[in-house]
């Protein structure tokens, strides 16, 4: 893996436009801190995007929480996005068959295309799945361009989860084959290792975002399991993925203050800085 590099020397060499943003983004805030912002109203949502803004390099969602999702919504996240630059995340997990996810990708109540910068879906339903949100976002009457990308969910952090073994290596082959729109993965650490049958494409440089990030908790009480954010860059994640351990802390901000802090030491220490 790429991991040794600091993200400014990845954001030059990454073939694809959307990591290059992503690299920038976490260089010029300092920050690979993503925020998971588990909220349930628009107005949470949009106060967290706006007070955690300056300290994350991207907000993700969970867009089918929200009670009273609406076209301010959008219309909300888009503008704070541009206004801390961060990018947005909607982990939908697409799982389905191709002609399914694109409608829910690129259709449907959420129009999850026009907002949201990464996206991310499960390979169990096997390569189409893939395939089939690729060809939506590369499409050439698509009008978001070259500006979205797809994270494969290759492992998962809760107990027992099955996303291991022969799973995982699909994901890293998928990731391989369509390296034009997959940015990366969801794991809990670097897969260059990983068996695959998709010999490792020259040059290839996958983004791990690492959910299960917590400084101060072990676990929930309903199968997560959490790591530290020195452990999870220790281990690969190029972005680490806090939810509860920021948005539930007593002071929101001082927390995503302490992940950014935190995150960042750990990526100066992996890259010999
Ligand atoms: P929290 O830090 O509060 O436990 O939240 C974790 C977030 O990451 C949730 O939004 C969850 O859906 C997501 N997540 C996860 O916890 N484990 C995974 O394997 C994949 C996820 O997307």
Not at 78 to 105: C, M, P, W
Not at 171 to 200: C, I, M, N, W
Request: charged letters at 20%; proline letters at 3%.
């Amino acid at each position: 893996s790429k991991s040794h590099l600091t993200y400014s020397a990845r954001a030059t060499t990454h073939a694809n436009p959307l990591a290059r943003r992503l690299f920038e983004v976490a260089e010029a805030k300092q920050s690979n801190v993503t925020v998971s912002a588990d909220v349930t109203t628009t107005q949470e949502l949009l106060d967290l995007a706006d007070r955690l803004g300056p300290y994350i390099a991207v907000i993700k969602t969970h867009i089918d929480i929200l009670s009273d999702f609406s076209e301010e919504t959008i219309t909300g996240l888009k503008s704070l996005a541009a206004k801390h630059n961060f990018l947005i995340f909607e982990d939908r997990k697409f799982i389905d068959i191709g002609n399914t996810v694109q409608k829910q990708y690129h259709q449907g109540t959420l129009r999850i295309s026009e907002w949201s910068h990464i996206i991310n879906c499960s390979v169990l339903p096997g390569e189409g799945i893939v395939e089939a949100l690729a060809q939506t976002a590369q499409a050439p009457d698509f009008p978001y361009g070259s500006d979205r990308g797809l994270l494969i969910l290759a492992e998962m952090t809760s107990k027992g989860s099955l996303a291991t073994g022969a799973y995982t290596s699909a994901s890293v082959d998928y990731a391989r084959k369509y390296q034009s729109f997959v940015l990366g993965f969801v794991s809990t650490r670097a897969l260059g290792e990983v068996e695959s049958s998709v010999a490792p494409v020259k040059g290839e440089d996958f983004v791990v975002f690492t959910t299960g990030v917590n400084l101060s908790s072990k676990g929930d009480k309903l199968g997560q399991q959490y790591q530290t954010p020195q452990s999870a860059i220790g281990r690969g994640a190029d972005f680490i993925i806090a939810g509860r351990g920021i948005y539930a802390a007593p002071d929101p901000v001082e927390a995503a203050k302490q992940y950014q802090q935190q995150g960042w030491e750990a990526y100066l220490a992996r890259v010999g800085g």
